[in-house]
Protein backbone atom coordinates (compact mmCIF):
# COMPACT_ATOMS: atom_id res chain seq x y z
CA UNK A 1 0.00 0.00 0.00
CA UNK A 2 1.43 3.67 -0.73
CA UNK A 3 2.13 5.85 1.04
CA UNK A 4 -0.87 8.49 -0.47
CA UNK A 5 -3.77 5.89 -0.03
CA UNK A 6 -2.71 5.22 3.56
CA UNK A 7 -2.93 8.69 3.99
CA UNK A 8 -5.75 9.18 2.35
CA UNK A 9 -7.31 6.20 4.94
CA UNK A 10 -6.56 8.77 7.76
CA UNK A 11 -8.29 12.02 6.48
CA UNK A 12 -11.84 9.27 6.27
CA UNK A 13 -10.12 8.20 10.14
CA UNK A 14 -9.79 11.68 11.53
CA UNK A 15 -13.14 12.29 9.82
CA UNK A 16 -14.79 9.73 12.09
CA UNK A 17 -12.75 10.89 14.80
CA UNK A 18 -13.92 14.06 14.59
CA UNK A 19 -17.68 13.90 14.32
CA UNK A 20 -17.78 11.02 17.59
CA UNK A 21 -15.82 13.84 19.40
CA UNK A 22 -18.47 16.54 18.50
CA UNK A 23 -21.44 13.62 19.33
CA UNK A 24 -19.51 13.26 22.86
CA UNK A 25 -19.55 17.15 23.63
CA UNK A 26 -23.54 17.11 22.09
CA UNK A 27 -25.28 14.45 23.85
CA UNK A 28 -22.42 14.08 26.71
CA UNK A 29 -22.02 10.44 25.90
CA UNK A 30 -18.53 9.51 27.81
CA UNK A 31 -18.35 6.60 25.39
CA UNK A 32 -18.44 8.30 21.95
CA UNK A 33 -15.25 10.24 24.10
CA UNK A 34 -13.08 7.61 24.59
CA UNK A 35 -14.52 5.85 21.09
CA UNK A 36 -12.80 9.45 19.13
CA UNK A 37 -9.49 9.06 21.53
CA UNK A 38 -8.81 5.91 20.38
CA UNK A 39 -9.75 6.42 16.68
CA UNK A 40 -7.65 9.64 16.35
CA UNK A 41 -5.10 7.60 17.83
CA UNK A 42 -5.12 5.20 14.91
CA UNK A 43 -5.38 7.84 12.64
CA UNK A 44 -2.01 9.31 14.36
CA UNK A 45 -0.64 6.43 14.18
CA UNK A 46 -1.40 5.64 10.38
CA UNK A 47 -0.42 8.96 9.56
CA UNK A 48 2.91 8.14 10.71
CA UNK A 49 3.06 4.98 9.09
CA UNK A 50 2.06 7.03 5.39
CA UNK A 51 5.00 9.69 6.08
CA UNK A 52 7.44 6.75 6.96
CA UNK A 53 6.10 4.96 3.86
CA UNK A 54 6.76 7.68 1.64
CA UNK A 55 10.12 8.30 3.52
CA UNK A 56 11.19 4.90 2.77
CA UNK A 57 10.25 4.81 -0.85
CA UNK A 58 12.02 8.25 -1.26
CA UNK A 59 15.26 6.29 -0.79
CA UNK A 60 13.68 3.23 -2.93
CA UNK A 61 13.35 5.20 -5.75
CA UNK A 62 16.89 7.13 -5.49
CA UNK A 63 15.76 10.48 -4.13
CA UNK A 64 16.52 9.49 -0.77
CA UNK A 65 14.92 12.83 1.60
CA UNK A 66 12.81 13.69 4.51
CA UNK A 67 9.39 13.96 3.39
CA UNK A 68 8.61 17.41 4.11
CA UNK A 69 9.38 18.95 0.72
CA UNK A 70 6.50 20.49 -1.18
CA UNK A 71 2.90 21.37 0.24
CA UNK A 72 1.17 17.94 -0.19
CA UNK A 73 3.57 16.67 2.29
CA UNK A 74 3.85 19.39 4.62
CA UNK A 75 0.13 19.56 5.37
CA UNK A 76 0.46 15.70 6.08
CA UNK A 77 3.13 16.67 8.45
CA UNK A 78 1.17 19.30 9.65
CA UNK A 79 -2.23 17.87 10.38
CA UNK A 80 0.15 14.76 12.51
CA UNK A 81 1.73 17.16 14.63
CA UNK A 82 -1.99 19.04 15.10
CA UNK A 83 -3.30 15.61 16.00
CA UNK A 84 0.07 14.82 18.37
CA UNK A 85 -0.24 17.85 20.44
CA UNK A 86 -3.42 17.71 20.78
CA UNK A 87 -3.84 13.96 22.07
CA UNK A 88 -1.11 15.15 24.51
CA UNK A 89 -3.30 18.22 25.66
CA UNK A 90 -6.19 15.45 26.61
CA UNK A 91 -4.38 13.45 28.36
CA UNK A 92 -3.08 16.25 30.35
CA UNK A 93 -6.12 18.33 31.31
CA UNK A 94 -8.33 14.99 31.12
CA UNK A 95 -10.74 16.71 28.59
CA UNK A 96 -12.33 15.42 25.51
CA UNK A 97 -14.08 18.38 24.16
CA UNK A 98 -11.70 19.91 23.04
CA UNK A 99 -10.94 17.40 20.41
CA UNK A 100 -14.20 18.82 18.86
CA UNK A 101 -12.57 22.16 17.23
CA UNK A 102 -9.19 20.35 17.01
CA UNK A 103 -9.52 17.40 14.99
CA UNK A 104 -12.01 18.05 12.33
CA UNK A 105 -9.35 20.88 11.63
CA UNK A 106 -7.15 18.16 11.19
CA UNK A 107 -9.15 16.59 9.16
CA UNK A 108 -9.55 19.17 6.90
CA UNK A 109 -5.83 19.94 6.33
CA UNK A 110 -5.72 15.86 5.20
CA UNK A 111 -8.68 16.19 3.00
CA UNK A 112 -7.08 19.65 1.25
CA UNK A 113 -3.62 17.48 0.76
CA UNK A 114 -5.07 14.84 -0.97
CA UNK A 115 -8.22 15.95 -2.69
CA UNK A 116 -7.20 19.90 -3.83
CA UNK A 117 -6.08 19.31 -7.79
CA UNK A 118 -2.88 20.85 -8.17
CA UNK A 119 -1.27 19.90 -5.11
CA UNK A 120 0.91 16.62 -6.80
CA UNK A 121 1.04 13.84 -3.63
CA UNK A 122 3.67 12.15 -5.90
CA UNK A 123 7.44 11.81 -4.26
CA UNK A 124 9.60 14.38 -6.10
CA UNK A 125 13.72 15.56 -6.08
CA UNK A 126 15.06 18.25 -4.19
CA UNK A 127 16.72 20.73 -5.75
CA UNK A 128 20.64 20.97 -4.74
CA UNK A 129 20.31 23.25 -2.34
CA UNK A 130 17.82 22.25 -0.25
CA UNK A 131 19.65 18.65 0.43
CA UNK A 132 20.55 19.37 3.86
CA UNK A 133 20.21 17.91 6.98
CA UNK A 134 18.64 21.70 8.03
CA UNK A 135 15.83 20.73 6.09
CA UNK A 136 14.27 18.68 8.77
CA UNK A 137 15.28 21.06 11.82
CA UNK A 138 14.13 24.37 10.01
CA UNK A 139 10.68 22.55 8.49
CA UNK A 140 9.89 20.44 11.94
CA UNK A 141 10.24 23.51 14.34
CA UNK A 142 8.57 25.76 12.27
CA UNK A 143 5.81 23.35 11.58
CA UNK A 144 5.12 22.50 15.60
CA UNK A 145 5.00 26.43 15.92
CA UNK A 146 2.27 26.38 13.61
CA UNK A 147 0.30 23.50 15.12
CA UNK A 148 0.87 24.89 18.67
CA UNK A 149 -0.31 28.41 17.36
CA UNK A 150 -3.39 26.22 15.22
CA UNK A 151 -4.40 24.67 18.80
CA UNK A 152 -4.00 28.05 20.08
CA UNK A 153 -6.63 29.28 17.96
CA UNK A 154 -9.21 26.89 18.44
CA UNK A 155 -9.24 26.93 22.13
CA UNK A 156 -9.29 30.86 22.13
CA UNK A 157 -12.32 30.56 19.80
CA UNK A 158 -14.25 28.05 22.20
CA UNK A 159 -13.13 30.76 24.76
CA UNK A 160 -14.51 33.60 23.08
CA UNK A 161 -17.59 31.66 22.71
CA UNK A 162 -17.73 31.06 26.58
CA UNK A 163 -17.27 34.09 27.37
CA UNK A 164 -19.49 35.96 24.92
CA UNK A 165 -22.32 34.10 26.73
CA UNK A 166 -21.72 35.77 30.12
CA UNK A 167 -20.23 39.66 28.82
CA UNK A 168 -22.68 41.88 27.34
CA UNK A 169 -22.48 42.57 23.83
CA UNK A 170 -20.65 45.76 22.82
CA UNK A 171 -20.70 47.13 19.50
CA UNK A 172 -17.41 47.56 18.53
CA UNK A 173 -16.44 43.61 20.00
CA UNK A 174 -19.31 42.21 17.15
CA UNK A 175 -17.67 44.98 14.94
CA UNK A 176 -14.23 43.46 15.13
CA UNK A 177 -15.85 39.72 15.26
CA UNK A 178 -17.44 40.68 11.46
CA UNK A 179 -13.91 42.20 10.56
CA UNK A 180 -11.53 39.32 11.63
CA UNK A 181 -14.46 36.97 10.15
CA UNK A 182 -14.72 38.49 7.12
CA UNK A 183 -10.54 38.59 6.83
CA UNK A 184 -10.61 34.88 7.37
CA UNK A 185 -13.16 34.16 4.97
CA UNK A 186 -11.51 36.27 2.06
CA UNK A 187 -8.54 34.90 3.26
CA UNK A 188 -8.79 31.57 2.92
CA UNK A 189 -11.21 32.13 -0.11
CA UNK A 190 -7.89 33.26 -2.29
CA UNK A 191 -5.47 30.93 -1.18
CA UNK A 192 -7.84 27.71 -1.32
CA UNK A 193 -10.47 27.92 -3.83
CA UNK A 194 -10.50 31.46 -6.12
CA UNK A 195 -7.69 32.96 -7.86
CA UNK A 196 -8.25 36.65 -7.69
CA UNK A 197 -8.85 38.77 -4.69
CA UNK A 198 -11.49 40.89 -5.99
CA UNK A 199 -13.35 37.24 -6.25
CA UNK A 200 -12.12 36.12 -2.82
CA UNK A 201 -13.81 39.30 -1.63
CA UNK A 202 -17.10 38.45 -3.37
CA UNK A 203 -16.73 34.71 -1.77
CA UNK A 204 -16.34 35.80 1.58
CA UNK A 205 -19.64 37.99 1.58
CA UNK A 206 -21.70 34.59 1.45
CA UNK A 207 -19.39 32.64 3.90
CA UNK A 208 -19.96 35.65 6.52
CA UNK A 209 -23.84 35.45 6.31
CA UNK A 210 -23.77 31.59 6.31
CA UNK A 211 -22.03 31.65 9.36
CA UNK A 212 -23.98 34.75 10.81
CA UNK A 213 -26.74 32.52 9.81
CA UNK A 214 -25.93 29.23 12.22
CA UNK A 215 -25.01 32.17 14.75
CA UNK A 216 -28.44 32.90 14.82
CA UNK A 217 -30.01 29.72 14.66
CA UNK A 218 -27.50 29.07 18.00
CA UNK A 219 -28.98 31.91 19.60
CA UNK A 220 -32.73 30.37 19.12
CA UNK A 221 -31.79 27.89 20.62
CA UNK A 222 -33.59 27.97 24.16
CA UNK A 223 -30.86 29.15 26.77
CA UNK A 224 -30.92 26.39 28.89
CA UNK A 225 -29.12 24.02 25.97
CA UNK A 226 -26.80 26.98 25.30
CA UNK A 227 -25.85 27.10 28.06
CA UNK A 228 -25.60 23.42 28.79
CA UNK A 229 -23.37 22.65 25.57
CA UNK A 230 -20.53 25.24 26.81
CA UNK A 231 -20.84 24.39 30.37
CA UNK A 232 -19.07 21.58 29.36
CA UNK A 233 -16.52 23.77 27.83
CA UNK A 234 -13.35 24.10 30.51
CA UNK A 235 -13.73 27.38 32.68
CA UNK A 236 -12.02 30.50 31.55
CA UNK A 237 -9.07 30.34 33.08
CA UNK A 238 -7.96 26.68 31.98
CA UNK A 239 -8.78 27.77 28.14
CA UNK A 240 -6.71 31.18 28.72
CA UNK A 241 -3.81 29.43 30.29
CA UNK A 242 -3.88 26.58 27.76
CA UNK A 243 -3.91 29.08 24.97
CA UNK A 244 -1.20 31.25 26.78
CA UNK A 245 0.66 28.46 26.79
CA UNK A 246 0.57 26.53 23.56
CA UNK A 247 1.42 30.67 22.22
CA UNK A 248 4.63 30.27 24.10
CA UNK A 249 5.09 27.08 23.02
CA UNK A 250 4.50 27.69 19.28
CA UNK A 251 6.52 31.17 19.70
CA UNK A 252 9.68 29.02 20.89
CA UNK A 253 9.31 26.63 17.77
CA UNK A 254 8.85 29.24 15.18
CA UNK A 255 11.34 31.27 16.38
CA UNK A 256 14.16 27.99 16.60
CA UNK A 257 12.88 27.66 12.47
CA UNK A 258 13.37 31.39 11.63
CA UNK A 259 16.93 31.10 12.94
CA UNK A 260 17.67 27.60 11.63
CA UNK A 261 16.49 28.77 8.27
CA UNK A 262 19.12 31.65 8.43
CA UNK A 263 21.89 29.64 9.14
CA UNK A 264 20.46 27.00 6.38
CA UNK A 265 20.08 29.89 3.72
CA UNK A 266 23.72 31.45 4.68
CA UNK A 267 24.96 28.03 4.05
CA UNK A 268 23.28 27.12 0.88
CA UNK A 269 23.11 30.73 -0.48
CA UNK A 270 25.60 32.56 1.69
CA UNK A 271 23.31 35.47 3.16
CA UNK A 272 21.13 34.72 6.12
CA UNK A 273 18.06 36.41 5.56
CA UNK A 274 17.30 37.78 1.67
CA UNK A 275 13.51 38.91 2.22
CA UNK A 276 11.73 36.25 0.77
CA UNK A 277 8.34 36.75 0.93
CA UNK A 278 8.05 33.53 3.13
CA UNK A 279 10.61 34.92 5.06
CA UNK A 280 9.33 38.21 5.71
CA UNK A 281 5.97 36.67 6.52
CA UNK A 282 7.28 34.51 8.91
CA UNK A 283 8.87 37.58 11.00
CA UNK A 284 5.26 39.18 10.46
CA UNK A 285 3.42 36.04 12.28
CA UNK A 286 6.77 36.19 14.80
CA UNK A 287 6.13 39.84 15.45
CA UNK A 288 2.33 39.37 15.84
CA UNK A 289 2.73 36.62 18.95
CA UNK A 290 6.06 38.59 20.36
CA UNK A 291 3.30 41.40 20.85
CA UNK A 292 1.17 39.41 22.63
CA UNK A 293 3.43 37.90 24.26
CA UNK A 294 4.95 41.02 25.48
CA UNK A 295 0.80 42.23 26.57
CA UNK A 296 0.21 39.31 28.73
CA UNK A 297 3.79 39.46 30.39
CA UNK A 298 4.16 43.08 30.92
CA UNK A 299 1.05 45.07 31.05
CA UNK A 300 -1.58 41.98 32.21
CA UNK A 301 -3.39 41.33 29.26
CA UNK A 302 -5.83 38.50 29.61
CA UNK A 303 -9.14 37.06 28.17
CA UNK A 304 -10.77 38.61 25.34
CA UNK A 305 -7.97 40.25 24.27
CA UNK A 306 -5.24 38.58 23.97
CA UNK A 307 -7.83 35.67 22.19
CA UNK A 308 -8.31 38.50 19.45
CA UNK A 309 -4.64 38.58 19.47
CA UNK A 310 -4.31 35.16 18.73
CA UNK A 311 -6.52 35.30 15.82
CA UNK A 312 -4.82 37.93 14.28
CA UNK A 313 -1.41 35.54 15.04
CA UNK A 314 -3.32 32.70 13.19
CA UNK A 315 -4.30 34.73 10.13
CA UNK A 316 -0.68 35.76 9.92
CA UNK A 317 0.23 31.55 10.06
CA UNK A 318 -2.11 31.18 7.55
CA UNK A 319 -1.05 33.62 4.79
CA UNK A 320 2.99 32.50 5.89
CA UNK A 321 1.72 29.08 5.14
CA UNK A 322 -0.23 29.08 1.75
CA UNK A 323 -0.38 32.70 0.78
CA UNK A 324 3.30 33.10 0.19
CA UNK A 325 2.62 30.69 -2.84
CA UNK A 326 0.71 32.89 -4.40
CA UNK A 327 4.08 35.55 -4.91
CA UNK A 328 7.45 34.16 -6.16
CA UNK A 329 10.22 33.07 -3.91
CA UNK A 330 12.56 30.35 -2.83
CA UNK A 331 9.38 28.99 -0.96
CA UNK A 332 6.83 28.97 -3.05
CA UNK A 333 5.51 25.26 -3.89
CA UNK A 334 2.90 24.12 -5.30
CA UNK A 335 -0.05 25.79 -7.43
CA UNK A 336 -3.00 26.90 -6.47
Known amino acids: MSGS ?18 CAWIFRKPILGQAATWIALIGLLGNTTGILVRWIGSYQLGIGHAPFSNLYESLVFFAWVIVL ?32 PGIPSAIQPLIPALKSNWLIAHVVTCFIGYAAFALAFGINAMYLMKKGRDDEQILWVKIVQ ?36 IVFLVHQ ?23 YQLILLGFLFLSIGIISGAVWANSAWGRYWGWDPKETWSLITWFVYATLLHARMTRGWHGKRIAYLSMVGFAAVIFTYFGVNLLPGLHSYGSF
Open 85 to 116: IYLIIERRIGSRIIGTFIIPFACLVMAYASLK
Open 5 to 22: LILSVVTFIYGLAGFLYI
Open 178 to 213: IVILFVFAALFSRVLFVDRWSLALLVAVPICFGFFG
Open 221 to 243: MQDETKTRLLDRFPEHRVLDELG
